[in-house]
């Protein structure tokens, strides 16, 4: 199966490989959500839309024992190719092929702006089902302008994509089973490639 990401995986990967590297606050949150996978058993991380790896790879390099999935069998060609030490697996977040409970937690990184808003439930709750008791999500997406506004779609240089009001994505989490532990919303900086608010939620399964 292709996806639309599989023709733009190369420029993707060439353009995004630093992408950390001037996200100080990012990293940070990374750093906290490690340790809380640590303290809570140490088990298995996902990263969920995972692309080229590089991420996936930074968990790691946190003594995560982290994997990488994704929709895009080039994506996971060059994840590979680039990570030969690590595992990455062409999969959906909609339906993952993992036991109940059984990761210490998983990485959504704006993995779900493609989602359409009447399927994100869904994969939310599929995120639940994998997730142990105790585990946590961190997951980040770009945030709607007004809080009263719970979705928006917008024009992407690959596919449609969709922005999210954070009290709606805390009550979507909620209904997956998962309670928020923190938020933060970070502003469109000219140093980066960001067009709107980011929104970066940490949850934890009861």
Not at 3 to 23: K, S
């Amino acid at each position: 199966m292709t996806t639309p990401y599989d023709a733009v995986a190369a420029h993707y990967a060439e353009q995004f490989r630093d992408t950390l590297h001037d996200r100080a606050l990012e990293r940070a949150l990374l750093r906290a959500f490690a340790e809380l996978v640590r303290t809570n058993g140490d088990g298995e991380v996902a990263d969920l839309g995972c692309g080229p790896g590089h991420v996936t790879a930074h968990l790691r390099g946190l003594g995560l024992k982290a994997f990488g999935v994704d929709i895009s069998p080039e994506m996971i060609r060059l994840a590979r190719e680039a990570n030969p030490g690590l595992r990455f697996e062409v999969g959906s977040m909609a339906a993952l092929d993992l036991p109940d409970g059984s990761l210490g937690g998983v990485l959504s990184r704006s993995s779900v702006i493609h989602i359409p808003p009447r399927d994100l439930p869904a994969a939310l709750a599929e995120i639940g089902r994998v997730l142990a008791p105790g585990g946590h999500l961190l997951i980040s997406l770009f945030a709607t302008d007004e809080d009263a506004i719970r979705t928006q779609s917008f024009d992407h240089t690959v596919v449609t994509a969709h922005r999210w009001s954070p009290d709606h994505l805390a009550g979507m989490l909620r209904d997956a089973g998962m309670g928020e532990v923190a938020r933060t919303l970070c502003e469109p900086q000219p140093t980066d490639k960001r067009q709107f608010r980011e929104l970066q939620f940490l949850a934890r399964k009861g």
